[in-house]
């Protein structure tokens, strides 16, 4: 990824004022930023409870990312009524 894409990316979460203090890419990884985007988004069916709160563990980080995937396939067939495009991941 570019610089420029890293910044416009966390210059648009910053702007949603998600995680508080100074946000950062890697920020990303453990799946936590994105499931307050989603919540923010629709008030997705999530329990963040279910997210594991590791810092710098990346199997945890991975975890989060796969059960946000999940629920996101789930969220676009009930919701959406539709496939969730996950051909290029």
Known sequence: MTA?????????LRSLELGGGELQLADL???EL?????LM???FQLEKSKLRRESGNWAAGL???KLLLRL?????ERV???????HDI
């Open 72 to 76: 996101l396939d789930d969220y676009y």
């Open 4 to 12: 420029e894409a890293a910044s416009a990316i966390t210059s648009f």
């Open 34 to 38: 994105l499931a307050d985007l989603l």
């Open 63 to 65: 975890n989060n990312i």
């Open 80 to 86: 959406l009524r539709k496939a969730l495009p996950v």
């Open 41 to 43: 988004i629709d008030g």
């Open 29 to 31: 990884s453990s799946g």
